[in-house]
């Protein structure tokens, strides 16, 4: 039962965290979009949180011809399949060990 509520409150701050992530993401392409000033504190909030994550993937798959950065896009996908797959794992995970 312990196990159980302890996989099931991981479960359910991680899914909080993803989702929250996945708007920081958002924000920060809106942003980009607006010329936004980069002395804001929210925008180099949004810049530092997100860069990261968006130069790795940058790094492995290079920009389309055009200067598309997609990186967003996937960032987005995977943090989507991550709440999809790993949160609904562990929530089934904590509803087995009742």
């Known amino acids: ?42 925008v180099r909030f949004l810049y530092s949180a997100t860069e990261p994550v968006l130069y790795r993937i940058r790094r492995t798959i290079p920009a389309i011809a055009g200067g598309i950065d997609f990186s967003p896009l996937i960032a987005i996908l995977v943090l989507q399949f991550l709440q999809l797959f790993l949160v609904r794992s562990l929530m089934d995970m904590a509803v087995q060990l009742r």
């Open 1 to 42: 039962m312990l196990a159980s509520n302890f996989l099931y409150a991981v479960a359910t701050i991680l899914d909080g965290l993803l989702w929250f992530y996945k708007w920081v993401l958002i924000a920060r392409v809106i942003v980009s979009w607006v010329n936004a000033d980069i002395y804001n504190p929210i």
